[in-house]
């Protein structure tokens, strides 16, 4: 993996967590200083959480897929392994009982990005970081890793 791969997937990774710890906060307080853990429900200044996944970060695919990361306390995240029963639980209430194997199912395809792809990625989360920064409505924007999947023929979402 060469540095300018690993320095603007790097960037691109910052941007979307803080996308999703946004999102999050918006979706369970209403503000965007504090959320709601997915996981344990107690609540958190958003410089406190992780942006948490259920399927691994290490599947390519579903890496920054906005149903699969979601905002978690660093002692469900980190410490508790992502208490994933739990996480289960709250896909299959906020997605529907199907959620699972899509994201399981995403998860084994594969995926090759450039430095480029990541880059592109990283411009267009900080347009929807900054939606949400300033109050403005998000909930129709496109969401861009599933837009980049599918460019790369890998999902049809």
Sequence with gaps: ????????????????????????????????????????????????????????????????????VNAQCRGCNRFGDGRVVEYQAHLIEEYGSTVLEQLTDTAQKQVKLKAGDWNTLSEQYKQLVSMLENGEDWRGASEPWGMMLETKGVIDE
């Design 1 to 68: 993996m060469s540095s300018e791969y690993k320095k603007a997937k790097d960037k691109a990774w910052k941007v979307f967590s803080r996308y999703i710890r946004l999102r999050d906060a918006l979706k369970t307080t209403g503000d965007t200083e504090y959320a709601r853990c997915y996981t344990c429900g107690r609540l958190f200044h958003i410089k406190e959480m992780d942006a948490g996944h259920w399927i691994t970060r290490n599947r390519m695919p579903t890496f920054m897929n906005h149903r699969n």
